[in-house]
């Protein structure tokens, strides 16, 4: 191919809003099992927003909100708190750990785009 018909492909890429690939980005899927110490799981499906997380406990929901954290991820509902940092999570009452340390196998990933 001459450089004419590279330069008016690239330039016809560029105009139409094609997307590059970038980084690899983590795929969270709504719902996770992290297989915990003392041979627990811990089922976690969180809302599509983000915003909200569910935990069977006792084979109880607990429905816990988004809260500020250092953590990657945190939810809690005052009593429980639920923390989530990627393949790793822990879940917590009162500050007495009830599952963890949890891990699940490797997440899903996905190239992000950049415009």
């Known amino acids: 191919m001459d450089s004419r018909c590279l330069t008016g492909a690239v330039a016809l890429l560029l105009a139409g809003g094609c997307a590059a690939p970038g980084v690899e980005q983590t795929v969270l899927p709504e719902r996770l ?3 915990c110490a003392g041979n ?3 089922r976690v499906s969180r809302a599509p927003d983000g915003r909200a997380a569910q935990v069977l406990v006792d084979d109880k ?3 816990l909100a988004r809260a500020q954290s250092a953590a990657q991820e945190k939810f809690s509902d005052g009593a429980y708190s639920l923390y989530l940092d ?3 999570a822990m879940l917590e009452r009162d500050g007495r750990v ?3 340390p949890c891990q699940t196998g ?3 990933t996905a190239p992000r785009y950049r415009e």
């Open 33 to 35: 099992d992290y297989a």
């Open 40 to 42: 627990k799981l811990l």
């Open 61 to 63: 929901a607990i429905t």
């Open 86 to 88: 990627g393949e790793r």
């Open 98 to 100: 009830l599952f963890g």
């Open 106 to 108: 490797p997440l899903p």
